[in-house]
């Protein structure tokens, strides 16, 4: 029997690349999240007019976390699935659950 070969995040080269890729889309997102946070708050601004900082900070913050967990979370997602990670889950219920 020929030792299992590893696949997916468990081959250090492959894991590398994943999450080599994974961080360059993140810092494009963050920068596209500035570029929002900026936009959404320079609408608040022409609709509003001046408000103060401490609302300016909050809208910026807001939007750009909202984005970036966002990012973040379907990132992971396709990660797990793009790296074959989801198809080494052992499903310890197949077979049991009927679904009629």
């Given amino acids: 029997m020929e030792p299992q070969q590893p696949h997916g ?17 993140l810092g494009w997102m963050a920068a596209a999240a500035v570029v929002a946070s900026v936009a ?27 984005i970036m967990s966002a990012a973040l979370l379907m990132g992971l997602m396709f990660l797990s699935s793009g790296s074959g990670h989801d198809e080494q889950v052992e499903d310890r219920l197949k077979g049991e659950i009927d679904l009629d």
């Fill in 9 to 25: 995040l468990d081959d250090p080269d492959y894991a590398a690349f994943a999450w080599g890729r994974f961080r360059r889309i």
């Fill in 40 to 66: 959404a708050d320079g609408v608040l601004w022409w609709m509003m007019g001046w408000f103060s900082p401490f609302t300016m900070i909050v809208t910026f913050l807001g939007t750009f976390l909202t």
